[in-house]
């Protein structure tokens, strides 16, 4: 990589840093440096930019909604800070367009359309998966003052709309709202590999998870 480029990273290292120091919220600095590290395996492996993958990665969440007053002005804090930072004037569209895609999309929507965005969202997601998935699932639910399971609590997509406007969910139903789905949202063939042994650690989890909630059940005994 070009030793430009390679400051440049930094200096974004630098800007991430203080964004995401202390954060609780599933946003933590620890996090950007997991997505960036996977993200930079991604990109090697599949051949593509490794600047605009690890730039990416590195900013990725500096524009999140629970971290600025809104989207907009997330993505307007990204947009200034690759002005003066010098980043080339093409490279600096491309890092945008991907964070854009990246939090205007919710983690469902749009397409993204390089090979660039699809790793970075990949490693992403990745990190939303596997054991640290978990953790990170457990530590948000706390964050949010969601219980970390209640049967009580339909999953999102059998609730009323009154139920859903509340917004209740729970950190166990997150594993079947989102988690459990992530296996098959990957872009790349890499990313898909790296996918299924963290699906398995989700899958074990659960099971286990089922079998003490159950216990001392008459149907357990
Ligand atoms: P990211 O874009 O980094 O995936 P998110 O805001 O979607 O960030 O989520 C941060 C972390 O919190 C992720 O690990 C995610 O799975 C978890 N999380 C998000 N929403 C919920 C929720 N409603 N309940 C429990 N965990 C959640
Ligand atoms: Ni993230």
């Known amino acids: 990589?070009?030793?430009?480029?390679?400051?440049?990273?930094?200096?974004?290292?630098?800007?991430?840093?203080?964004?995401?120091?202390?954060?609780?919220?599933?946003?933590?600095?620890?996090?950007?440096?997991?997505?960036?590290?996977?993200?930079?395996?991604?990109?090697?492996?599949?051949?593509?930019?490794?600047?605009?993958?690890?730039?990416?990665?590195?900013?990725?969440?500096?524009?999140?909604?629970?971290?600025?007053?809104?989207?907009?002005?997330?993505?307007?804090?990204?947009?200034?800070w690759l002005k003066q930072a010098g980043a080339e004037a093409s490279d600096q569209e491309h890092v945008l367009g991907i964070i854009g895609t990246m939090s205007f999309s919710g983690g469902t929507g749009s397409a993204m359309h390089t090979l660039e965005g699809q790793i970075v969202q990949d490693a992403d997601r990745l990190d939303a998966m596997g054991v640290i998935g978990i953790a990170r699932t457990f530590a948000y639910s706390g964050w949010k003052g969601q219980s970390m399971y209640d049967p009580s609590v339909p999953l999102r997509e059998r609730m009323t709309l009154e139920e859903y406007r509340k917004g209740k969910s729970t950190a166990i139903n997150h594993f079947h709202e989102k988690l459990l789905k992530l296996k098959d949202r990957m872009n790349t063939e890499s990313a898909k590999l790296l996918a299924d042994g963290k699906h398995q650690s989700l899958e074990l989890f659960l099971e286990a998870y089922d079998k003490e909630w159950a216990m001392g059940n008459e149907a357990y005994l």
């Not at 990109?43 to 007053?69: P, T």
């Open 1 to 80: 990589m070009k030793s430009a480029h390679r400051h440049i990273i930094r200096q974004a290292q630098d800007f991430a840093r203080e964004v995401h120091q202390g954060d609780a919220s599933g946003h933590d600095w620890w996090h950007v440096q997991r997505v960036t590290r996977i993200a930079r395996i991604l990109a090697h492996l599949e051949g593509a930019n490794v600047y605009i993958c690890e730039l990416s990665a590195v900013l990725h969440d500096v524009a999140d909604e629970k971290l600025n007053v809104s989207k907009e002005a997330g993505y307007e804090r990204v947009r200034h």
